[in-house]
């Protein structure tokens, strides 16, 4: 209910801006003031204080933010939860994966492993594979050669052997005997394209042949000769030598009175007179009684006393010294050692010349054949055919 007011009342109404006019300053407000009255009335309305209203604010403040911070808290309990959860999920998963990874692995292991097998097999079949096709191109190749290429190959070939055996042997025979065969052989082909290799055999024959080879199987059998007639060689201290020839002058008388007696009887028969007869028997027996008593004393010169003081003992050392130096002249020559040779073979000369009687014609054959032995016992090797061997080389790459 309204309190009664005391005093006149006050015009109230305000003056609005909108009412001033334009360009007119505003007109300050008139405020109401009431007038003092004698009496005032004992009751009044009560208004709320302030502190009230702020400690409501406030309380509501809180509850909204205790509101708030439950609910994130409550997100982020969820958003913890959903993390395990998706933890637990992914390392599960990873797990799984690396299970299944290990199993790949091994898997992968194996597969290698079969594959390298496999490869090993397939590179060992290529290989048997390459090798049967060289093979067979090789033996396509001989069989689509011509019959030139095939003279041409076989040329070659028996050559290179034949300077193999020459080598091993010391002898030119077998190079001689090839390049007169392969000579022989192009001129009953008679191919013009094959005329350049013909006149290039000839030519390494006929230097082959000039080339003067030392033949060691012939120098070989010329040893064994002398020593198998060493046993034989009479000494110059035996006395063999004065008896040996004392049958061949026996021989002679014996002859000379066969002789003489033919003689006889044919002029017994003509003269029949028996002085005359006994007059030709007398001479022959005289001269037969002169050369035996010739025969008892023999003087000759000896240029070697050494020679003559050998015993009848020592001459069997004497003879197997000698048979010695030739083996090892021998041995020495199969082995392409010819200095040692010469000196073997100079030393056996000396020993016929000084201990053995060259007068007697086996020491001389023997002498000489150690001589020819010495003569030929030297290194000269087989001269190459290297104009052959390009010749064929050149007729081949012309193809």
């Known amino acids: 209910m309204a309190a009664p007011t005391i005093g006149p009342p006050v015009n109230a109404t305000p003056v609005s801006a909108e009412s001033t006019p334009a360009g007119a300053a505003p007109a300050t407000p008139v405020v109401p003031v009431a007038a003092p009255s004698s009496t005032s009335t004992p009751t009044s309305t009560p208004t709320p204080g302030v502190p009230g209203r702020w400690i409501a604010v406030g309380a509501a403040v809180l509850a909204a933010l205790a509101t708030a911070a439950a609910v994130l808290a409550w997100g982020a309990q969820q ?180 002789a003489a007696s033919a003689a006889s009887e044919a002029a017994s028969s003509a003269a029949s007179t028996w002085a005359t007869q006994f007059g030709q028997r007398w001479g022959i027996f005289g001269a037969y009684l002169w050369d035996e008593i010739k025969g008892l004393v023999r003087v000759t010169r000896i240029d070697q006393p050494e020679a003559m003081l050998v015993a009848p003992e020592q001459a069997f050392f004497l003879r197997e010294n000698l048979k010695l130096r030739l083996l090892n002249a021998r041995l020495a020559l199969l082995s392409r050692q010819f200095d040692t040779a010469q000196a073997d073979l100079r030393d056996a000369q000396a020993a016929l010349d000084r201990y053995f009687d060259r007068s007697t014609r086996k020491v001389t054959v023997a002498a000489e054949l150690v001589k020819q032995v010495t003569t030929q016992a030297r290194l000269v090797t087989a001269p190459r055919p290297d104009a052959t061997l390009a010749a064929i080389a050149t007729a081949s790459a012309g193809r």
């Open 79 to 258: 958003r913890v939860k959903s993390l395990e959860t998706e933890l637990v999920r992914r390392q599960q998963d990873s797990g799984s994966q690396a299970t299944e990874a290990r199993t790949l692995a091994r898997q992968a292991e194996l597969t290698a492993r079969e594959t390298a097998a496999k490869l090993a097999l397939l590179e060992a079949r290529v290989a048997e594979t390459s090798m049967q096709r060289t093979q067979i191109e090789e033996l396509i190749q001989a069989l689509a050669r011509s019959r030139d290429e095939n003279v041409l190959a076989d040329l070659d070939a028996a050559i290179r052997v034949a300077m193999q055996q020459s080598a091993i042997t010391g002898s030119a025979d077998p190079l001689v005997l090839t390049l007169k065969q392969a000579e022989e052989r192009l001129a009953r082909i008679n191919q013009p394209r094959l005329e350049r290799v013909r006149r290039a055999v000839a030519q390494d024959l006929e230097r082959t042949r000039s080339a003067g080879v030392t033949d060691i199987n012939l120098l070989t059998i010329r040893l064994d000769e002398v020593i198998r007639q060493v046993d034989d060689l009479p000494l110059l201290s035996t006395a063999e030598r004065r008896v040996s020839a004392r049958p061949a002058r026996s021989a002679q008388a014996a002859a000379a009175v066969s």
